[in-house]
């Protein structure tokens, strides 16, 4: 294999140009922003298909689209390394959505192809508008802010999208046939103040699955019919 390999030379430079170079780069260097350097790769490279870097940028030309077009629920929100803070973040979507295998890797559930752009696009945007219609219309907390205060941020995204991914595998092995409207005015139903306090208190991708697994148990208990053979272990779907 060949590499490109960028060097920077620097000419004529005394003794002690160099060693104070060398101390300012390895004593004063900064970490890069992770959501600037996913937004880098998402640029134009071409990246070999089946690498990381190869599904990391078409999350982020997803989600990118997401932040970008006024049609979608998540339109200015999503702080992509460049512009002012959000409260999500593009580190969250993309993990979440590689994680959860709704792009990239062998399942890339929300792509026909690992290069289908569009499909999961329109398909998020769909999902998020059913997600913040329900939680507009549920009345069982003291004010609608407060759920999509905290489902449209990074820690309830990642449970969505976990969600998500149950929804599909689920569906995509005959075990259910849920829309995400009826899963979501089903989850709806959970939601109040207490309920919202305890997702709170669950933290990063190991938190989402714990909440996930409370939140599926709890919609299989309430729920009867459409979730009788609903399953919890994605090992057997």
Known sequence: ???????????????????????????????????????????????????????????VSVVSKLNNESNSPLHGKIYMGYNDKQKITLETLVKALLKNNLIGNKLHLLQDSVYDLEKPYKELVKIFKFLKKELNTSGNTDNSDNKQGFFFTNKGLRIILRLIQFIIRNNNNNKTNLSYEDFFKDLSKLINDDFLNEMEKYYGEGGATKAVSNILNRIKQTNSGGYTNFELDLKKI
């Open 1 to 59: 294999k060949e590499y490109e390999l960028p060097v920077i030379l620097f000419d004529n430079m005394t003794k002690e140009e160099e060693i104070e170079m060398f101390l300012r780069i390895n004593t004063e260097q900064r970490k890069i922003d992770p959501n600037l350097a996913l937004a880098l790769k998402g640029g134009d490279l071409n990246w070999p298909v089946g690498t990381k870097n190869f599904d990391e940028k078409q999350a």
